[in-house]
Nanobody
Framework: QVQLVESGGGLVQAGGSLRLSCAAS????????VGWFRQTPGKEREFVTAITSAGTTKYADSVKGRFTISRDNAENTVYLEMSVLKPEDTAVYYC???????????????????WGQGTQVTVSS
């Protein structure tokens, strides 16, 4: 069982930066893959990025080169550093976790078992 809490969202000007945090509880956090997804009204929840227990990462094409995911297992926290933000990045951002000791990255949201409450990111023009 893993509990996740996102923080760090807010309003930022286009071209600016934000860092989101996903704080987790659980005795075996290091064995979980963690992903970030985002959702806007009328759209499917879409994959943003993920990191496996082994440190393998994957990024959606739309954020590649601008977003960076990292994890600090000692603090049970995963970070999403976002830069060069665009208005189209506006969404509710969710972190999610799944038990998966693998170097393969899962991008399908339905395969993640634990979800945070989401944090709003709004990028102004």
């Amino acid at each position: 069982q893993v509990q996740l809490v996102e923080s760090g969202g807010g309003l930022v000007q286009a071209g600016g930066s934000l860092r989101l945090s996903c704080a987790a509880s659980g005795r075996t956090f290091s064995s979980y893959a963690v992903g970030w997804f985002r959702q806007t009204p009328g759209k499917e929840r879409e994959f943003v990025t993920a990191i496996t227990s082994a440190g393998t990462t994957k990024y959606a094409d739309s954020v590649k080169g601008r977003f960076t995911i990292s994890r600090d297992n000692a603090e049970n926290t995963v970070y999403l550093e976002m830069s060069v933000l665009k208005p189209e990045d506006t969404a509710v951002y969710y972190c999610a976790a799944r038990f998966a000791i693998s170097r393969l990255v899962t991008t399908t949201h339905s395969l993640y078992d634990y979800w945070g409450q989401g944090t709003q990111v709004t990028v102004s023009s």
